[in-house]
């Protein structure tokens, strides 16, 4: 029993040692922790091989700082261009500029399915189609959900857009009869995104045009909800301490239910579930996704009713009005594209050929006015963070590279879209002159702004739809002049790019013909 008390003793005492050493020398001790385990990362890992800035070798820091730089999306280009076609991004991470990997990748039934990045998005207890990260179950989810967002029943709707397109115009025509006639365009195609996607999904708008500024500041807190999930997206354990954090609700402020789209949308969902969207005539978003419900109860829930709705707006007014920032700007600084536009647009009105609320199938025919909209949103995508997905447990080979299971891959829109070898020469330039002259069919193969594959963006044809719709009928009603020609729009990355800048001088056009 002594010799038993001795080596307690003895054990307690390295214990106590050990405590004190820590204690003592801390500073110094927890920098050689983190330097070890950086080298360990750095030359352990079965990705070392591949190039990447050093900070990314070893640590997810790179990621994170890009990310809080706002500008990661220039930042990938940036090392593709330095280090070549796959670079390491953070220990455990590629990513690729080759658009004929991001298809094989993004390809369904291949098996790369979505990392714990997207997990971080809201709301966690119940996630959506994009945040969903279990196949089986966002296979089931988009099934129910596909047919009310498909492009014959977005078309239904055309004449909620049509109802917002004309709220839009009359304040333009306020706008035209002021002295300076001082327009920011940038800010109103936000507003008219958002009033729109209310209206298809709600049957009610929420009242940013009419009010003409960001009511409740509901859209800057869009904003800043994704700065969180891009950054910390990149690191999503810390989710729990923030977000996740169970002491967060006691924290004023932070009671996401007051949050204006979220309280629009709860307080729809109560009304349809007291009166039945059987009951309603008109048939939006919400009555449909209640339909598909009612038809699966089990498969989709009331709370996927709510998740997908919801998400809706999130997605697809972030994306639409950037979309339309970018073609807007793009045209209106190189004068032989604008008069062109305006040309073959007066031209289809003269020939009765374009409505005056223009339709789908009219504008498809207006080949310059499509070719302007691919190149905006190949040249600036609406999205300016990665898509990253998980290499199968077994591993695969892609474009020659053996990759090992669980490596995370990333795509990037802005770098992808800049390969030469599918857009031809001067990809970095704007000039839709590409799309009339290529390839235009293998290009739009390896377009990737609504994502790829399995998970392509389920709001992909609402947001074609209002675009075709609202950027023929501005450009033939109204002059628009930049205020500031010389300069590029102002913007940054969180999950979408969200732009400012967009400021011109605004006219009634002269009717043509």
């Known amino acids: 029993m002594a010799v038993l008390n001795t080596d307690t003793a003895t054990s307690d005492s390295a214990v106590v040692q050990a405590i004190k050493i820590a204690r003592q020398y801390w500073f110094i001790l927890i920098p050689v922790f983190f330097a070890i385990r950086f080298f360990c990362y750095k030359f352990i890992s079965p990705i070392r091989k591949y190039p990447g800035p050093f900070l990314a070798s070893g640590s997810r820091a790179w990621k994170v700082w890009s990310t809080y730089s ?36 993004l390809a369904a039934g291949k098996g790369f399915h979505k990392t714990d990045f997207y997990g971080v998005f809201p709301p966690p207890e119940n996630p959506d189609i994009f945040t969903e990260t279990r196949e089986a ?39 035209c009869q002021t ?45 800043d909800m994704q700065w969180y999930d891009g950054i910390i ?47 309603l005539e008109r048939k939006d978003l919400l009555s449909q996704l209640f339909a598909a419900h009612d038809k699966a109860p089990d498969a989709f829930k009331e709370g996927d009713v709510f998740a997908v709705a919801h998400g809706a707006i999130f997605a697809g007014s972030d994306s639409t009005a950037s979309t339309m920032q970018s073609f807007c700007h793009h045209v209106l600084r190189e004068p032989k594209i604008y008069a062109e536009i305006k040309r073959e647009i007066d031209e289809a009105t003269a020939a009765g050929k374009l409505s005056h609320m223009p339709q789908w199938n009219e504008v498809q025919a207006l080949l310059y006015f499509q070719a302007c909209l691919k190149e905006a949103m190949r040249i600036r995508p609406a999205v300016g963070l990665n898509i990253t997905r998980l ?27 800049r390969n030469e070898a599918i857009f031809g020469r001067d990809p970095k330039a704007y000039r839709p002159e590409r799309w009339l002259e290529g390839d235009a069919k293998n290009m739009e193969r390896y377009m990737f702004q609504f994502g790829g594959g399995s998970h392509l963006c389920i709001g992909k044809n609402l947001a074609l739809l209002e675009m075709n719709k609202t950027l023929p009928f501005l450009f033939r009603e109204y002059e628009f002049e930049l205020l500031k020609p010389a300069e590029d729009l102002k913007y940054h990355s969180t999950f979408f790019v969200v732009q400012s800048g967009l400021e011109v001088k605004i006219s009634k056009r002269e009717k043509q013909g």
């Open 233 to 279: 997206g990149q690191i999503p354990e810390w989710d729990f301490a923030f977000r996740r954090n169970p002491l967060r609700k006691y924290i004023p402020g932070l009671d996401t239910g007051k949050f204006l789209i979220t309280r629009m949308a709860i307080e729809e969902m109560d009304q349809r579930k007291k009166i039945g969207s059987k009951e």
């Open 391 to 417: 290499v199968p447990p077994e591993g695969t080979e892609i474009e020659g590279t053996r990759l090992p299971g669980g490596t995370k891959v990333a795509l990037n829109g802005w770098v992808l879209h």
């Open 179 to 223: 002295k300076d006639q001082y327009c920011n365009l940038g800010d109103y195609l936000h507003y008219y995104a958002f009033d729109v996607l209310g209206e298809i999904a709600f049957s009610r708008k929420f009242g940013f045009l009419e009010a003409g500024y960001d009511i409740e500041k509901a859209i800057k807190t869009i904003d």
């Open 137 to 175: 179950v966002h296979a089931v989810k988009k099934r129910y959900a596909s047919n009310p967002y498909s492009m014959a029943t977005m078309q239904t709707m055309t004449g909620y857009i049509e109802d917002t397109e004309k709220l839009l115009s009359s304040k333009f025509d306020a706008m």
């Open 70 to 105: 706002g500008h990661t999306e220039i930042d990938h280009i940036n090392i593709h261009e330095r280090y070549g076609p796959i670079v390491r991004i953070a220990p455990n991470e590629l990513s690729f500029s080759s658009p004929a990997a991001a298809k094989e990748i």
